[in-house]
């Protein structure tokens, strides 16, 4: 089994604003690539000012071809100094490098020129383990002192949470952090007995905890 083989493209009106599961990009079992929409989610997000991605305006459609090569353009260049650093900030394997979706699913394909994200939907695989980004932190008002670096975090399962059956709540010495953003908390939900380890990977902080990212392993 593949770490993951769908990849969830979230868009938000901006920080703080709601995520929408707008559409997936798919890698199939014949190895192609397909992307479409969710027609319903993007209803909604226009709502709040969304413009379906340029290369891919028409919602009813189903697209494939090169998809992944347009989606890949929002990767680091390969040539840039400080791609080793970047390699290592997402702990990128080595051998998957040249693997666009891959590091697609990985990186989250975050730009600073728009509010996509690129969410992979992990499988419970040998050795799994990825970043993901805490979400809600703005509704905290967390004290810049309280998370550190290496912190081990602690998390409760939400099944009947209204706004998501698949939410994850963070919790450091049992007080609320934040979620764990939507798609990746689906991987939480698939386990019986064991349970993830959530540690601290970086913390952004300006006066308030501006933002903190969480090394999930198996």
């Known amino acids: 089994m593949k770490e993951f083989d769908k990849i969830y493209i979230s868009w938000r009106k901006g920080q703080g604003s709601r995520r929408h599961i707008v ?6 079992i014949d190895e ?26 028409n919602i009813e459609t189903q697209y494939n071809g090169n998809v992944l090569d347009i989606f890949s353009q929002r990767l680091i260049k390969s ?14 394997d080595s051998q998957f490098k040249e693997d666009k979706f891959y590091l697609l699913g990985h990186t989250q394909g975050l730009l600073p020129t728009d509010n996509f994200e690129f969410l992979a939907d992990y499988n419970l695989v040998d050795g799994i383990h990825f970043l993901t980004e805490i979400a809600s932190l703005s509704k ?26 698949f939410a994850v709540r963070v919790l450091k010495d049992g007080k609320e952090i934040g979620y764990i953003k939507k798609i990746h908390s689906r991987i939480f939900h698939k386990l019986t007995n064991n349970r993830l380890k959530l540690i601290v990977k970086a ?16």
Request: aromatic share 14%; charged share 30%.
């Open 23 to 28: 559409g997936v990009l798919e890698h199939t």
């Open 203 to 218: 913390v952004d902080k300006n006066g308030t905890i501006k933002r903190i990212f969480l090394k999930v392993s198996y």
């Open 79 to 92: 040539e840039r100094p400080d791609i080793q650093s970047f390699f290592d900030f997402w702990e990128i």
């Open 140 to 165: 905290q008002n967390l004290h810049p002192d309280l998370i550190k670096v290496g912190d081990v975090l602690s998390y409760e399962l939400e099944p009947k949470n209204e706004q998501d059956n």
């Open 32 to 57: 192609r690539y397909l992307f479409s929409y969710d027609k319903l989610a993007v209803e909604k997000a226009k709502e709040e000012g969304f413009s379906p991605y340029t290369e891919f305006p």
